[in-house]
């Protein structure tokens, strides 16, 4: 069964940024054809969505992230990305991608995300 796989996590330091990627594990979805978004979860905490982008491009953002963090989509390599900037401690988290809404058999491993200094 076709999973996402997120990539591009890291241990930074606050003000640093990141970016993050989205493929599928093989064939049998199209991005382009869905709604896609960007989730993360802190420890304790639910999961959230952090931002989505549409199939036609259109984006949005959770307030907490807006002015900060970019979603975009390259359809020629089935790839969505999360361009993270101005990190904050508070954006710690592992970093799930699947579409909009969620379906579970997308979940991946996710991508920790740690900001501190």
């Known amino acids: 069964q076709v999973q996402l796989v997120e990539s591009g996590g890291g241990l930074v330091q606050p003000g640093a940024s990141l970016r993050l990627s989205c493929a599928p594990s093989g064939i049998g979805i199209i991005f382009s054809m869905h709604t896609m978004g960007w989730y993360r979860q802190a420890p304790g905490k639910q999961r959230e969505l952090v931002a989505l982008?549409?199939?036609?491009?259109?984006?949005n953002y959770a307030d907490s992230v807006k002015g900060r963090f970019t979603i975009s989509r390259d359809n020629d390599k089935n790839t969505m990305y999360l361009q993270m900037n101005s990190l904050k401690p508070e954006d710690t988290a592992v970093y799930y991608c699947n579409v909009n809404p969620p379906l579970s058999h997308y979940w991946g491993q996710g991508t920790q995300v740690t900001v501190s200094s």
């Open positions: 982008i549409t199939s036609g491009k259109t984006t």
